[in-house]
């Protein structure tokens, strides 16, 4: 079957599956690109107000969906816009899908290469990433939505766990003073914080999905309100631990943040190494569901067989992994993306709202 909108999911696993997608690897680097932005320790204010933002995008996202029950944007798009605008606009949506988990997968492979595997070669990492993700995917959404369940826990206690120890070297005094140079600097590190909310693209599929559609508003909201808290969280924390002169000069300052401690008498002393594990499987999952949202839109648009189009990309995603070669090529289309994904956000329920509010409204269609 091409559709696999017969598979269901509850309200938790749409809100989980959201929350992964949604806390991605930008939040390894999430700090530095904001305070690079900002220049000032207010970095943390332009993170909080862009997710008020992305409560707005997702909240016409889920609305738009709501108007085709157990229809997806590849599915709903063609009735409104008609069909050749329709498939133009998801296959740019299917391309940076792939795109993005390429760029997932290839933030996974850096990190286990310098932290913790250090000589292997990256196709021995890449590839049982691929096939392991390719399994999961296969099974639908709901299998999927399971395993998120698991994961999810396990990854966001150990990051607020160890934000939390991180009190040890925590300084007030790093986040003053508090708008010291005007709004000058929000403003300049706005776009940057905005970028970093562009997974809430996955409410395209998953009102599709939901087995109560009436709770999609709220569940959706719930789920982009704990990511604003986790990333302005984490922004606060680390320039609270590391200040602002030394996040400019990290690749890496949440992990950074993390090394700069130790606990002295606990199980396990120095946390980045247990953190970076866990944190791969986050990376997984955040791969795993741009995989399937890349796979549904293909087989829907095209009415392939969804087992054939997750195996047909696993070459695609393994080609958008291995062609990035440095760090700096790295966040160069990590930015590029994220660029390319908030105008996807702003065009897609923009244009298709518009349009399908005038057919209504105005020339009284029956859409």
């Known amino acids: 079957m091409f559709r696999r909108t017969e598979d269901k999911i509850n309200s938790s696993q749409a809100a989980v599956f959201l929350i992964i997608t949604m806390i991605n690897s930008s939040i390894l680097v999430l700090p530095r690109l ?25 909240w016409l996202i889920v609305k738009l969906g709501l108007q085709f029950p157990g229809k997806t944007v590849f599915q709903y798009g063609p009735k409104i816009v008609g069909s050749l605008p329709a498939k133009a606009l998801c296959l740019l949506l299917i391309i940076h899908f792939i795109l993005v988990a390429g760029l997932e997968a ?91 909310y562009s997974g809430i693209k996955a409410s395209f599929i998953l009102v599709a999905f939901m087995d109560k559609p009436e709770q999609a508003v709220k569940t959706m909201l719930f789920g982009v309100g704990v990511v604003i808290f986790i990333y302005t969280i984490t922004v606060i924390t680390v320039i ?63 009415k392939f067989k969804i087992q054939v189009v997750i195996f047909a990309l696993l070459p695609l995603l393994y080609l958008a992994t291995i062609t990035i070669k440095t ?21 897609i329920p923009g244009l298709f709202g518009l349009v399908l509010l005038f057919r209504r409204k105005v020339l009284k269609q029956n859409v």
């Open 34 to 58: 904001v305070v690079e932005s900002t220049k000032t320790p207010d970095a943390w204010i332009p993170v909080l107000i862009a997710g008020g933002v992305a409560m707005l995008a997702i």
């Open 240 to 302: 609270g631990g590391l200040s602002i002169s030394s996040i400019v000069t990290s690749p890496w300052p949440t992990i950074d943040l993390i090394r700069s401690f130790e606990i002295s008498g606990f199980f396990i002393e120095r946390l980045e190494f247990p953190f970076m594990v866990i944190w791969l499987m986050q990376m997984f999952c955040t791969f795993t569901g741009f995989y399937y949202q890349a796979s549904l839109g293909l087989s829907q648009m095209f």
């Open 106 to 196: 290839r933030f996974m492979v850096e990190v286990t290469l310098f932290f913790l595997l250090e000589g292997t070669p990256a196709w021995a990492v890449i590839l049982p990433f691929l096939w392991v993700s390719a399994y999961l995917v296969s099974g639908g959404i709901n299998a999927i939505a399971r395993a998120f369940q698991i994961i999810f826990p396990i990854t966001i206690t150990m990051i607020l766990l160890c934000l939390l120890l991180s009190y040890k070297i925590f300084e007030f005094t790093n986040l003053r003073p508090v708008l010291g140079n005007g709004l000058t600097p929000i403003i300049h590190g706005f776009p940057a914080s905005t970028l970093t």
């Open 327 to 347: 760090v700096d090529q790295l966040f160069m289309l990590n930015n590029l993306l994220h660029f390319s994904s908030l105008v996807l956000i702003l065009l």
